[in-house]
T-cell receptor, first 115, second 112 residues
Framework: GDSVTQMEGPVTLSEEAFLTINCTYTATGYPSLFWYVQYPGEGLQLLLK?????DKGSNKGFEATYRKETTSFHLEKGSVQVSDSAVYFC??????????????FGTGTQLKVEL | NAGVTQTPKFRVLKTGQSMTLLCAQDMNHEYMYWYRQDPGMGLRLIHY???????AKGEVPDGYNVSRLKKQNFLLGLESAAPSQTSVYFC???????????FGPGTRLTVT
C-alpha cells in the first residue's frame, strides 16, 4: 500500500526561525496530499492541501509544494511563532476497496517553538 | 455548525467490558471514518462507511464493530475491551466532492 515518511521530531526552534518539516511518500497513481496540525488535547485540523503535481498549498503562513519528481511535500514557514507549537502530520489520500478513500498518515512531527 | 462531535471524551474500561463510541456530524457528509492514534504510529484506519447503512473494514478492524444506521452518526463498538485497545480514537467525515477529511476532537480510552 501507499506510505508516508516524515522527519522524526521533536523539532525545537526559536520564535521567528525558519521551519521545514520533510515529508516523502510512496504511492501508485497521483494522490492528493495534506498537512494536518494537532494542537495539544485537540483533534486534527487541515492545514493545507495539494491535489496535483506542482500545486502549492498555503495557509496561515505555511506552504508546501507537491513535487512528483521527488515524491515530496515538505512543509515550510518563514517565521514561526510560539502558537505554532503542535504536532504536524503529513498525509496522502488513496482509494480503498469498496469505494471511498482513506488518509494514510505519517507518524507526526512535534514542533516546539520557544521565545 | 458543530462539525464532527464525539462522545465521550474520556473513558476508562476494565478488560472484558464493552462500550460504544458515538460520532456525529452535521455537515451532511457521505463518508465517515474511525481511526486510532497511538504514539509513534500516526493514525490508523479501523472502519469506514461510504454511506448510510454501509460499513467496511480498514487496516486494524479486529476487536471493533461499527454501525451507520443514520447518515449523521457512526458508532464504534468494543465488545470485549483489551489493554491493546488503549488509544485515542478519532472520527472523521468527508463530502463526496473532496478528499479532505474533517476530524472530531477525539476520545481517550484506557483499558486496564
Amino acid at each position: 500500500g501507499d506510505s508516508v515518511t516524515q522527519m522524526e521530531g521533536p523539532v525545537t526552534l526559536s520564535e521567528e526561525a525558519f521551519l521545514t518539516i520533510n515529508c516523502t511518500y510512496t504511492a501508485t497513481g497521483y494522490p492528493s496530499l495534506f498537512w494536518y496540525v494537532q494542537y495539544p488535547g485537540e483533534g486534527l485540523q487541515l492545514l493545507l492541501k495539494a491535489t496535483k503535481a506542482d500545486d502549492k498549498g498555503s495557509n496561515k503562513g505555511f506552504e508546501a509544494t507537491y513535487r512528483k519528481e521527488t515524491t515530496s511535500f515538505h512543509l515550510e514557514k518563514g517565521s514561526v511563532q510560539v502558537s505554532d507549537s503542535a504536532v504536524y502530520f503529513c498525509a496522502l489520500s488513496e482509494s480503498i476497496t469498496g469505494g471511498g478513500n482513506k488518509l494514510t498518515f505519517g507518524t507526526g512531527t512535534q514542533l516546539k517553538v520557544e521565545l | 455548525n458543530a462539525g464532527v462531535t464525539q462522545t465521550p471524551k474520556f473513558r476508562v474500561l476494565k478488560t472484558g467490558q464493552s462500550m460504544t463510541l458515538l460520532c456525529a456530524q452535521d455537515m451532511n457528509h457521505e463518508y465517515m471514518y474511525w481511526y486510532r492514534q497511538d504514539p509513534g504510529m500516526g493514525l490508523r484506519l479501523i472502519h469506514y462507511s461510504v454511506g448510510e447503512g454501509t460499513t467496511a473494514k480498514g487496516e486494524v478492524p479486529d476487536g471493533y464493530n461499527v454501525s451507520r444506521l443514520k447518515k449523521q452518526n457512526f458508532l464504534l463498538g468494543l465488545e470485549s475491551a483489551a489493554p491493546s485497545q488503549t488509544s485515542v480514537y478519532f472520527c472523521a467525515s468527508r463530502p463526496i466532492i473532496s478528499y479532505e477529511q474533517y476530524f472530531g476532537p477525539g476520545t481517550r480510552l484506557t483499558v486496564t
